[in-house]
């Protein structure tokens, strides 16, 4: 069996299996390599300051609550032989699939990303989700805040098998529905998402405090506190 370090686009050709798991904290630097080229993607790289360090601290934290109460990461993995058997994770089994290349795909990535698990598999994509709430339907739901596929491995029904992953877990859970945003220009997503039964709402904008604008409220929130704390004196 080969290592972690071994995997190659060499050994991903013809039949391949692919694997949609839980991650955990071994996942990190890939998790952390795989938002980096997102934000490329997404032309947002300014934006972008996750540290190993951080995503550990909140995407991992001790104790961990369970898959899908919190923020839950989903790693997709293709590996050039079958996975071993894996039991549920929080409740969740792993998702296996077998795929089957009709021409090499050259991913010159591959030894980056291999999996820390090892068996020779290569980390291809994920998926991040958390729980939100819907009062109109008085039930919770999952936001899925992120969702990427390596540029090598895209156009093959992987992000279609991350998303089925997230929507059949919601609707395990009994929660009321799946909700996550698209920039307007990606015009090829937002066909993928309607083709599989997504709804897109254009009516619908973004609303955000960030940055310097969500740290004006907590400087605000201490000026008023200082000066009530001025007037009792």
């Not at 300014?46 to 989903?74: D, G, I, N, Q, W």
């Not at 877990?169 to 309607?194: H, P, S, T």
């Amino acid at each position: 069996m080969s290592s972690a370090a071994d995997a190659s686009s060499e050994n991903l050709n013809g039949a391949v299996w692919a694997q949609i798991r839980i991650s955990d904290s071994r996942d990190v630097p890939n998790i952390r390599r795989l938002i980096r080229q997102m934000a490329e993607f997404e032309r947002l790289t300014h934006l972008f300051s996750a540290t190993e360090a951080s995503l550990s601290a909140t995407l991992f934290p001790s104790p961990a609550p369970p898959p899908f109460r919190s923020f839950t990461v989903l790693i997709l993995e293709l590996s050039p032989t079958p996975f071993p058997t894996s039991n549920a994770d929080g409740g969740f089994s792993p998702i296996v699939r077998q795929l089957h290349l009709e021409t090499p795909v050259e991913d010159a990535e591959a030894g980056e990303f291999a999996s820390p698990r090892g068996g020779g598999a290569v980390v291809v994509g994920f998926v991040l989700c958390f729980p939100n709430y819907s009062s109109f339907l008085a039930k919770p739901g999952l936001y899925v805040e992120d969702i990427f596929v390596r540029a090598a491995w895209r156009r093959r029904g992987l992000g279609r098998m991350m998303l089925a992953a997230v929507a059949r877990q919601a609707a395990l859970l009994g929660m009321g529905r799946v909700e996550w945003c698209v920039l307007d220009w990606n015009v090829n997503a937002i066909k993928f998402y309607e083709e599989m039964g997504a709804e897109v709402l254009p009516m619908w904008r973004i609303c955000r405090f960030s940055g310097p604008a969500l740290q004006a409220y907590r400087l605000q929130l201490h000026d008023k506190q200082g000066e009530a704390a001025a007037k009792e004196e």
